[in-house]
């Protein structure tokens, strides 16, 4: 199992990012998945979930309404997070996770700041 993390950096407050998952070594179309977050000098917190179908979605009240989860299924096997109207609060390495299993990717930097 491969979960490749990409498109972390740095944002204004009130701008945009999207990270994708590049997922590889196993069924990624029957696969439930998730982001987390973990920001400096706090613990790893759930940020959004998608089923494998896609047609359900998850969130983190903190993220309600400024995040998206999606997912391709057909051409890339890649999960999305597009995050809007980014605050410090947001500042943190954001995760990929194959739920249910111990299989995290490594992680990218998010940093929001002026």
């Known amino acids: 199992v491969q979960l490749v993390e990409s498109g972390g950096g740095l944002a204004q407050p009130g701008g945009s990012l999207r990270l994708s998952c590049a997922a590889s070594g196993f069924t990624f179309s029957s696969a439930d998945m998730s982001w987390a977050r973990q920001g400096p000098g706090k613990e790893r917190e759930f940020v959004a979930a998608i089923s494998w179908s896609g047609r359900e979605e998850y969130y983190a009240d903190s993220v309600k309404g400024r995040f998206t989860i999606s997912r391709d299924n057909a051409a890339s096997n890649t999960v999305y997070l597009q995050m809007n109207n980014l605050t410090f609060e947001d500042t943190a390495v954001y995760y990929c996770?194959?739920?249910?299993?111990?299989?995290w990717g490594q992680g990218t930097q998010v940093t929001v700041s002026s």
């Open positions: 996770h194959l739920l249910g299993t111990l299989y």
